[in-house]
């Protein structure tokens, strides 16, 4: 039987950092750990916060066994119904849901084009977007489709109207190459694509229709092809039969059409999103719909302190989790204005977000350190040009924020007053999991931290043989229970999702990421553990890079580690061994870098490319990274044991040198 559970904090903190009006750390531990007594009552609270069709039987079931955790079992909802039509029918119908930007500009910098969607405009759109997947293309609850779009209205009003639906989908960053596209569409066989002409990115036009043209000559589920105007070229090519302008499916249904939300099971996949792992090819993260709503819920009123007269604003891209998340579901399930924008924050001018906040009086910015140090290059003046007094929280994602970089933000937007946090979370969580939570208790901001858990969340920081560590100590960062908006699986692949996060410490989520805990319990998280690399945030898997390396009949074996960068956080560097007859160049070398961008997209762009004849590995023949980043990044060798070539290191050594 559940019991009541009271949030700690009703009453609002007043939005200020000192001391004396946060709450004391200790504290914040008591309620924590009071959270983690009974945690099926705990969510189940939350999740009664939100309207559902049909109530759940039972808060939390492991089925078969663990690791497959589902949520609310038994409970019907719909994200869509939650996100627009509660809203709708609950007195937000004539408010703005979505504010929209495009990139081209007039010459004083201001978009030539704006729209604004209330959630009226919003669920209409949905519904006649709903129809026309249901009722002239033919899905169903359960089928997949992929949309690969810019950052336009349209990419949320595809997603909502598919969730409408039941129907799963798969979105692809509008940044990915054909070669990516082809294998997401393929692994989750897709059978339908939602795309556009083109989008602009820094003044270019993409033209994403022919992208998709060259990833379907080998995606043989894909059926159908939805093509929405976006730039208007006039030269897009359509095969009869299979491809459809968006606006000629949508001329003849009515404005005022209807399409049931279906009521979908809790732990119905609301959508699939790739991200990269360490080894094979990026892996499919299923995410339910019953859990991850309610954890969206949670984190909105507790991390971002979601007020009615807010104006969020996410940076991100909606092709990642966190705009699916704090873009796209979480403002919108909270009847929020939530702000898209195409483009780039350093075009035209190094201060569009600064422009964006100022227009539109942002009061909620979330954003990203490889965005805030990108930006501070450009020195002070293009910030301090903008009134951006409206902001009044800020929070930072993907990955350690330098607490250089928190400071000139913290100055400049937050006039040294907001909270400001760095909010830690990854594709597999859902949502933010370990982060300061204004919106439910303040405690002292520290620059760099991530801070405590969520209430909730049982994180910690354990040792090689899981057991939990010091203070102060490194650790790895694990989650030791499920919780709502976990990933249900790996799409096809259950074995991959145990052995992935659940075997390293049995029976604990293994995230991928080396902490600290301090005396205060908040966290440190110091980066990844394992052969992922996280590049301007983006998670990239280094076996990817080398996988595309070696497509190139030059390339015999390739090694790629990530070394520190001041602005991207880190980049790939590659070591790579030729095969006989291949002489290193400068021409080979431009050659490589254009192969892993051909294959993995422009975010892979390797920094260098060193030449050796033999890299550094074990006795049985495994390639030992750990000793070329080690090189590269200065450090200690560590325990070389196993390592059969000493001469190996040498050389890694010497054309690392060489270079510098
Ligand atoms: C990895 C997950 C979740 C949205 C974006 C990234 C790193 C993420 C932080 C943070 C330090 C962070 C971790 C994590 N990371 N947020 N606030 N502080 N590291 O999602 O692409 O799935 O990457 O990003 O290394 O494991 P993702």
Known sequence: MSVTWALPFKEKIIPEIGRERAIDPEEYKRIHEESLKDIEAFWSNIARELEWFKPWDK???ADPQPPFYKWFVGGRLNASYLTLDRHVKGGRKNKVA????????????????????????????????????KNKLGLRKGDTIGIYMPMIPELPIAMLAAARLGVIFTVVFSGFTAQALADRLNDAETKLVITTDGGYRRGRVIRLKEIVDKALEQSPTVKNVVVYRRVGLNDVSMVK??????????????????????PVESEHPLYILYTSGTTGKPKGIVHDTGGYMVLLHATMKWVFDAREDDIHF??????????????????????????????????????RWWAIVERYGVTIFYTSPTGIRTLMRFGDDWVRKHDLSTIRLMHSVGEPINPEAWRWLWKLAGRKKVPFGSTWWMTETGGILISHAPGLALVPLKPGTNGPPLLGIDADVVDDNGNPIQPGQRGYLVIRRPW?????????????????????????????????????????????ADEVIKVAGHRLGTYELESALIQHPAVAEAAVVGVPDPVRGEVPVAYVVLK?????SEQLRAELNNTVREFVGPIA??????????????????????????????QSLGDVTTLEDEASVEEVKKAYEEFK
Request: hydrophobic share 35%; charged share 20%; with cysteine.
């Open 605 to 634: 762009t390797l920094s260098n490319v060193f030449f050796v004849t033999k890299l550094p590995k074990t006795r049985s023949g495994k390639i030992m990274r750990r000793l070329v980043r080690a090189v590269v990044t200065g």
């Open 314 to 351: 996410c940076t991100a891209d909606i092709g990642w989790v966190t705009g699916h998340s704090y873009i796209v579901f979480g403002p919108l399930l909270e009847g929020m204005t939530t702000i898209l924008y195409e483009g780039a924050p350093d075009y035209p001018n190094p201060d």
């Open 241 to 262: 039969g299979r491809d459809y302008w968006w606006h000629e499916l949508m001329s003849d249904v009515p404005a005022n059409t209807y399409v049931e939300p279906e």
């Open 484 to 528: 709502p908006g976990m990933l249900l699986t790996i799409w096809k692949d259950p074995d991959r999702y145990v052995r992935t996060y659940w075997s390293k410490f049995p029976g604990m989520f293994y995230a991928g990421d080396y902490a600290v805990k301090d005396e205060d319990g908040y966290f440190w998280i110091l980066g990844r």
């Open 59 to 61: 808060a939390l079931v």
């Open 98 to 133: 979505i504010i929209w930007e495009g990139e081209p500009a007039d010459q004083s910098g201001n978009p030539v084009e704006v729209r604004k969607l209330t959630y009226y405009d919003l669920w209409r759109e949905v519904n006649r977007f709903a129809y026309v997947l």
């Open 580 to 584: 006989q007859g291949y002489q290193p």
